[in-house]
């Protein structure tokens, strides 16, 4: 399994990026896949999950404010950000696994698959 993140860009406080996710391999309305992010000199978080085509989660710093979408006929996952802050300035990433259990979504450790991130920059 292949994944390929872009989207990632400059943008102002307030502001809209979508990044997108191409996922090549595997059976794609099997996979689990995440979104996650690295800020500077922090740990990588979990922004949001989508277990197989199910309903997506996210973390409470984005809730209201980010979604998680897939179009299973270009095998290709979503992360649609709104009002974008300076503190989700962040290198992104996604994730992909076809065999986690729904209580694992959550762990970063459990997923097999990852993209190259993309950097999301948030600044006036």
């Known amino acids: 399994v292949q994944l390929q993140a872009s989207g990632g860009g400059l943008v102002q406080p307030g502001g809209s990026l979508r990044l997108s996710c191409a996922i090549s391999g595997g059976t794609f309305s099997r996979l689990t896949t995440g979104w996650f992010r690295q800020a500077p000199g922090k740990e990588r978080e979990i922004v949001g999950t989508?277990?197989?085509?199910?309903?997506?989660r996210y973390a409470d710093s984005v809730k209201g404010r980010f979604t998680i979408s897939r179009d299973n006929a270009k095998n290709t996952v979503y992360l649609q950000m709104n009002d974008l802050k300076p503190e989700d300035t962040a290198v992104y990433y996604c994730?992909?696994?076809?065999?986690?259990?729904?209580?694992?979504?959550?762990?970063?450790?459990?997923?097999?698959?990852w993209g190259r991130g993309t950097q999301v920059t948030v600044s006036s």
């Open positions: 989508m277990f197989r085509g199910g309903v997506p």
């Open positions: 994730a992909a696994d076809a065999n986690l259990i729904f209580s694992s979504m959550w762990n970063e450790g459990q997923y097999d698959y």
